[in-house]
């Protein structure tokens, strides 16, 4: 596939989507807090370029699968968020029928697998992904994320060993956010490179800025064309921050202020918006549009998954078994 330009178009697609994926996380946030989302709650606030850039390199028919922090990423794919809203909130119009909640969001018509709450489980899961397509004869490419913890899995070496051998379209993603769930990087790891794993199987491998989304599109378009050529996979470790805590519940008392300040100074949303003001792309009144759609979205979400049902007790018997209302299902 040819390259994509970086246009006008694209850095105000990336500004809003980043803004709103932003205020969305912050609105379910302060849902958590009412006690109107239940259970776990893991935010994607300052990790946006990561899929903003990792979005604009995918094709049609391509496949995404991550872990628990998983609620933007089926709306970069096309997802309705209200829908997204409505699975937080645990109602019947949620993605998951309100059966899946924060940590098990899926959108498989629109190639998005999960939101999987074991650690590192849908790394071999993304490699079978890559498998079918591969079985298939069909040119697309499996998107496999993972955190710098869960890279640390054994699960990660079985399945790039098998990957390697097999040479399947998928690309091993590491949000590297510095901290797995609560202590960092330099403390669990010999080798803090985490994109250097790779080479014990001879993957291809870098470190990528994830603040920039410029840069995660360069990576991960290099990546998917080797992927779709038929050589195999490639490991990115992707370096970005986390500025809310692993959970909701996480009092973050690893790291300083200081620190979180540094980071939200290279703020991709930001950064963007600085970019888009520069080249003078956008009026002050425009980029006050932009934000104004972006708000109301976000109560637009918010009122149809309040206003919308839980699901009804014989909900539990449905989707147990594959049935023929999944027609997402490829064969």
Known sequence: MAKKRITKATYLKWYEDMLFWRKFEDMAAALYIQQKIRGFLHLYNGQEAVLAGSAYAMEEGDNMITAYRNHVQPMALGEDPRRIMAELMGKVTGT??????????????????????????????????????????????????????????????????????????????????????????????GQTPIHKLGEGYDMPNRAVDGMDPIAVYDAVYEATERARRGDGPTLLEIRTYRYKGHSMSDPQKYRTKEEVAEYLAKDPITLCLNKIQEKNWATEEEIASINQRVKDLVAECVKFAEESDFPDASELYQGIYAQEDYPFIKN
């Not at 998951?96 to 790394?123: N, T, Y």
């Not at 071999?124 to 899995?153: E, S, W």
């Not at 990660?156 to 399947?168: R, S």
């Open 96 to 189: 998951s029928r309100g059966k899946g909640g924060s940590m098990h969001m899926f959108s498989p018509d629109k190639g998005f697998w999960g939101g999987h709450g074991i650690v590192g489980g849908q790394i071999p899961l993304g490699a079978g992904l890559a498998f079918a397509d591969q079985y298939h004869g069909r040119k697309n490419v499996t998107l496999t994320y993972m955190g710098d913890g869960a890279i640390r899995q054994g699960a990660w070496h079985e399945t790039a060993n098998l990957a390697m051998l097999w040479k399947l379209p998928v690309v091993f993603c590491v949000e590297n956010n510095g901290y797995a769930m609560g202590t960092s990087v330099e403390r669990t790891a």
